[in-house]
């Protein structure tokens, strides 16, 4: 296994995740992630290119801003830090097979909408499209678009049912329109089999985590949670071991 190859994936993938900071940061306000270049969201002031080096320029400047000293939010080195992981993790696991490039798409679009939704409960169209797109370029790649087709209906279907249902019981939003088009996106990838075993996992994740945060007393009952990071998250456990729960439960 070359050495060098790899710490080109890992760097590959830090680079990416400082380029998904910038979306993460200005997609939800509706701004351009071309231009103004890298500011200080506190001060304003133009980052130069030494402020800008995945998670050492956090480092070196000890979590706070070079011009104005107010601290940087920790979600530029975790988000650096997590691409930069997931990168590595797809490549053990297909190897540089050109098929490979779609998931380190697809991994980059789910950290984008994981913290962006976090941070705003919002999932900004421009991911879920760009998604969907690589999702059904990757079914065209793979001879597979009629299964990405059937399980972007699957999942944009069973959400969307989810969101009405839910507005006619809680008379209120139940599911967002960002959740339907992350399932569709996910279908788009997965197919059939995929997106029903990542909405099977996002509602177990989501109630793990949701009775954890409300044992914690973190969340209080009634106060929205959202549901884009336990899908992003299913995603992920369905691309590294998704086969392999299949087999288990077809076995069990």
């Known amino acids: ?10 760097v590959l993938g830090l680079v990416v995740g400082s380029f998904l900071n910038v ?4 997609l939800p306000q509706e701004k351009s992630i071309v231009y103004p270049p890298s500011n200080c969201p ?26 104005c000293k107010e601290p940087i ?12 992981f997931l990168f590595l993790a797809v490549y053990f696991k297909f190897g540089s097979v050109p ?22 409960q919002t999932i900004h169209d421009y991911f879920t499209f ?8 990757y079914g065209l790649y793979s ?18 049912f989810v969101r009405v249902l839910g507005q006619l019981i809680y008379k209120k939003e139940a599911m967002g329109e960002g959740d339907v088009l992350l399932a569709a996106m996910l279908g788009a990838f997965f197919g059939p089999n995929g997106i029903i075993l990542s909405i099977a996992l996002s509602f177990l994740i989501g109630a ?20 884009g990071p336990y899908l992003a998250v299913s995603a992920v456990v369905v691309i590294f071991w998704g086969e392999l729960l299949w087999r288990w439960y077809l076995g069990y």
Do not use: W
């Not at 296994?1 to 890992?10: K, L, Q, T």
């Not at 939010?73 to 930069?84: F, H, K, N």
């Not at 490979?100 to 941070?119: K, W």
């Open 73 to 84: 939010t920790t979600r530029y080195p975790i988000v650096e830090a997590l691409t930069g």
């Open 143 to 160: 001879g597979s678009l009629v299964y990405s087709l059937y399980g972007m209906a699957i999942g944009a279907g069973f959400f969307f």
């Open 42 to 67: 506190k001060c304003g002031h133009r980052l130069a290119a030494i402020d800008l080096i995945p998670i050492l320029s956090y480092i070196f400047l000890r979590g706070k801003c070079r011009y």
């Open 23 to 26: 979306c993460i940061c200005r």
């Open 130 to 137: 760009a998604g969907i797109a690589a999702g059904l370029l």
């Open 99 to 120: 098929g490979s490039v779609f998931y380190l798409i697809f991994v980059s679009i789910l950290i984008g909408i994981t913290f962006s939704d976090l941070e705003t």
């Open 208 to 227: 793990i985590v949701s009775v954890v945060l409300l044992l914690l007393k973190i969340k209080k009952r009634g106060e929205e949670i959202p549901f």
């Open 1 to 10: 296994m070359n050495i060098v190859f790899i710490i080109m994936v890992f």
